[in-house]
T-cell receptor, first 117, second 113 residues
């Protein structure tokens, strides 16, 4: 079955612009998480969505936002881009929330590489 | 606080050598899960293994083996007879009773032919 699909794979923006990234989870997966990966910071958790509701949020400014649609597809948006937002943005899906008695395995997409000039 | 430390930033080995990637974690949770992921140059993280805090049995899968020791809060990963295809960044991750995964900063492994 198809894996996690992220679009676009690469994009270049300039400071002050905004960007929207898309993530289609594995069919049947209802939870989508977003991570920012940079060389210095590693993988930093952005937020997690389940059933169209944000269930958890990492320590990022309000310029970073997201949403999830009824078909579990998710988008994240970054407004007023800064140079430091240049990163690989990874989306991961899982069957359900990454909470509870079982730790669901996250399945990652290939990421969207954002460059801010 | 939850934290994962991968002290080895980069490792280079010659093909067929064994290599161990270290992972040390911090958590106050009594129930938690540990993971290893592999990130090849293509960028997609690939799940390798999941262990829960109550199962300290070591695991072997082909050339891969994992050593989980609660006494030292470590979950080390060994690749036996390394191959060029093993070249990647490897991440250790922790999930406790909170709602998110905590990843280490990764270890970049280069296997030289």
């Amino acid at each position: 079955k198809a894996g996690v699909t992220q679009t676009p794979r690469y994009l270049i923006k300039t400071r002050g612009q905004q960007v929207t990234l898309s993530c289609s989870p594995i069919s049947g997966h209802r939870s989508v998480s977003w991570y920012q990966q940079t060389p210095g910071q590693g993988l930093q958790f952005l937020f997690e969505y389940f059933s169209e509701t944000q269930r958890n949020k990492g320590n990022f400014p309000g310029r970073f936002s997201g949403r999830q649609f009824s078909n579990s597809r998710s988008e994240m948006n970054v407004s007023t881009l800064e140079l430091g937002d240049s990163a690989l943005y990874l989306c991961a899906s899982s069957l359900s929330l990454t909470t509870g008695t079982g730790a669901n395995v996250l399945t990652f997409g290939a990421g969207s590489r954002l460059t801010v000039l | 606080a939850q934290k994962v430390t991968q002290a080895q930033t980069e490792i280079s080995v010659v093909e067929k050598e064994d290599v161990t990637l270290d992972c040390v974690y911090e958590t106050r949770d009594t129930t938690y899960y540990l993971f290893w992921y592999k990130q090849p140059p293509s960028g997609e993280l690939v799940f390798l293994i999941r262990r829960n805090s109550f199962d300290e049995q070591n695991e072997i899968s082909g050339r891969y083996s994992w050593n989980f020791q609660k006494s030292t809060s470590s979950f080390n990963f060994t690749i036996t007879a390394s191959q060029v295809v093993d070249s990647a960044v490897y991440f250790c991750a922790l999930r406790g009773t909170s709602n998110q995964f905590y990843f280490g900063t990764g270890t970049s492994l280069t296997v030289i032919p």
